[in-house]
């Protein structure tokens, strides 16, 4: 799951009955919906084609994300920053204990807040 200021909103997600599939939907900055695109999948190190049940490890619920704190979230990561013009150019979400990343644009730099599960701030990096 993506969200930046070209693309819009990425979600990648796994088809229920055949579980080895990856669609993408896009929701474009004017709000229009692409998608289903199929998803193209690599096994890493080469360990041969991607099965299920490697999918299955990537794959997480969207409501234990915490978007409710996304805002908060947001505002804490600009805060933090210590650049009072800074804004949220990127976000980005990855597998259940994958990494999470707020990216802040500003004029004199571009400061990353590394996130929690719950989408809190654990760290920054500038």
Do not use: C
């Not at 930046?4 to 909103?9: A, E, K």
């Not at 990537?58 to 978007?67: Q, R, S």
Request: glycine residues 8%.
């Amino acid at each position: 799951m993506n969200a930046d200021q070209v693309n819009g909103l990425t979600v990648d997600v796994q088809e229920p009955i055949h579980r080895v599939n990856v669609d993408r939907y896009v929701v474009a900055l004017d709000g229009t919906l692409s998608g289903p695109t199929p998803v193209q999948l690599m096994s890493m190190g080469g360990s041969g084609p991607v099965t299920a049940k490697d999918v299955d490890r990537e794959t997480f619920d969207p409501k234990a994300v915490g978007f409710e704190r996304l805002a908060r979230t947001a505002r804490e990561a600009i805060a933090k920053s210590t650049y009072s013009e800074a804004r949220v150019a990127q976000w980005e979400f990855d597998g259940p204990n994958g990494r999470r990343f707020m990216y802040l644009q500003a004029p004199r730099g571009r400061p990353a807040a590394v996130l929690g599960p719950k989408l809190t701030i654990e760290s920054m990096s500038f």
